[in-house]
C-alpha cells in the first residue's frame, strides 16, 4: 500500500516579518590616507567588524570600482567618526583558552603591521587591535613614538607537580611609568581593568590632571552597529490556509479506502518563526526555526461491489 499525501500552505497573514537578509550597500562615507600623506575621500566597506579587519575596501565615488586597501598600503582611514592608523607593533600570543595557556610569565611577540584603532587621543594615545581569536590588545603611545603594547595574558606554571594559572599584569606597571608624571594616579592604576572602558577612563582622568583637554575619544558602539545589534534575534507569527491531497495506490485490504476518491482538503493553519542571526554572520545569513500548527480533515463516500447481488456503501472521515 502506498499513501500520496500532498499539502500545500498558503500564506495570507505574516507578523513581524524576517529580516531581509540580502546583502546591503554596508559603505559609509569615510576616507583614506595612504603614505604620501595625502587624503582621499569617498566610502568605507564597513561590515560590523568582530575582530579588527586586515584589509579594507574603499570606493572614492559612486561610479567606481571599490579598491582594497592594506595596512601596509595606507596609513589611516576613517568613517562614522571612527580612526584606524596603520602601525608595526609587537603582538602578544595570548589563546583564548586557558588550557592552551604558555608556560612561563615572559611574553611570546610577532612583530606586525596591522591596523590600530584609536580609543582616545591627547597627551598621550590609547589604540586597540583585536586578533582573530577575538581577544583584545590594546597599545599606548607618546608622541614620535611607535605604539607598545599593554601587557596582560595568562600563562602556566609547575608548583609542587601541579600546573598553576597565573596572569601576568604587567599593564599595571607600564601605566605607572607613562602617568607618573600625576602621582594622584596610583590608586586609579590599580583598579584599573584590561578593558577599554577602563583604560579611556583612566587616561581621561590623566587628562584632567595635567590640565590637557583630549582631542579625540571613541564611541565604542557607534549608533548604527548598536541598532544592527539589537535586531539579530527575530520572531515572527503568521496565519495562512492548508491545502491537502490524499490518494492510496495499491491493495491495502480495506475495499473503503481502496475504491475511495479523496477531495481536497482546505483548513487553517497558523505557526510562529525565530529568526536568529549571529553578529559573524555579518548579515549575510540566519538560523531559522519554525513551528506550523495544521490539521486535515477529509470525508468522501466510498462503493464497493462484493458481487453482483451484494453491495456495500461507506462514508470515510480521516482526520
Known sequence: MIRYFFSLFVFILLFNHPVNLQSQDNFRPGYITISAGDTLIGAIEHLEWQTTPGKIAFLEDSGSVPVVYTPETISSFGFSGNIYRSWKVDITDMPKSEINAQYGPLPVTVNQTVFLRLLFEGEL????????????????????????????????????GQRIIRTNTKYKGQLFYYLHSCNVMQDEINQTKYEADDLIALLNAYSRCKKVQPTYTAELDDPLTAQRKRKRIKMGIYAGVSFS??????????????????????????????LIEPARSKGRWAIVTDILVRSYSISTPAHFDYSEAWHKDYDVDLK
Open 125 to 160: 594615545s590609547l589604540y586597540q587591535f583585536k586578533d582573530a581569536r577575538d581577544i583584545n590588545h590594546f597599545y599606548i603611545r607618546i608622541p614620535g613614538e611607535l605604539p607598545v603594547e599593554l601587557i596582560f595574558f595568562k600563562y602556566r606554571e609547575a608548583e609542587n
Open 245 to 274: 491531497k490524499l490518494d492510496f495506490k495499491g491493495n491495502t485490504g480495506l475495499p473503503y479506502l481502496d475504491n475511495a476518491s479523496f477531495p481536497p482538503s482546505l483548513n487553517p493553519a497558523a505557526g510562529m518563526m525565530l
